[in-house]
C-alpha cells in the first residue's frame, strides 16, 4: 500500500478586530498628529504671552516676527507676509495698518512697483525685540536643548515634508467637497 503525504492543513490566521464603520488603526501616526496639535497650541499660547508684551494681538505678533524674520534691509512685501503665515493678504494689510498707527512698523511703497508696500520694523519694535531677546533665546535653547545641528535638520526635513504632504492633502479634500 502506498501512502501518500497530503500537504498540511493552512494555517488560518488570526481574526483581525473587528472594525467598525470602516475604522482604521493609525495608532502612532494619530499620535504624532495630535502631538503637533498640542505643539501648535503651546506655540499659540507663547505668541500670545509675547505678543501682550508690546499690548498687540497674537496675530500681530507673528506678524512682526515674520516681518523681522524676512526682512533683509528692504522691506518686506504684503505678499511674503502672508504667505510666510499662512493669512490672506486682506488681513495682512488691515493688521500691519494698524501696527504702522501703534509705531510698531515702517511702511512704504516699492521704489520699484508703487502698487506694492515694503515693511519694516520700527525703531521701536526693534528695540522692544532687543530688550527681549535674551529671554526669547533662554526659551529656544530650551526647547531644542537635545537637538545637535544635525538632528536639527533632519526634523526640519521631515516637517517640510509634512507641510508640504498635508498640504496637497488639504487640497484634495476640498477638492473632494
Known sequence: MVTTLSPPAPREEPAAAPQAC?????GLSYQVIWDFVSISNNL??????????????????????????LDQGKGVSVGDVSQKIHAVSTFVTTQTK?????????????????????????EDARCKIDHLSPRWEALHE???????AEALADVKAKLEMLKHRTKLAMQRVVEQT
Open 22 to 26: 470602516g475604522h482604521r488603526d493609525f
Open 44 to 69: 499659540e499660547d507663547m505668541r500670545r504671552a509675547w505678543a501682550k508684551l508690546f499690548g498687540i494681538s497674537g496675530s500681530q505678533w507673528l506678524i512682526l516676527m515674520a516681518i523681522a524674520d
Open 98 to 122: 494698524i501696527l504702522e498707527r501703534m509705531g510698531l512698523l515702517n511702511r512704504v511703497p516699492s521704489t520699484e512697483d508703487a502698487r506694492v508696500v515694503l515693511m519694516s520694523l520700527s
Open 142 to 148: 530650551y526647547i531644542f536643548r537635545d537637538f545637535d
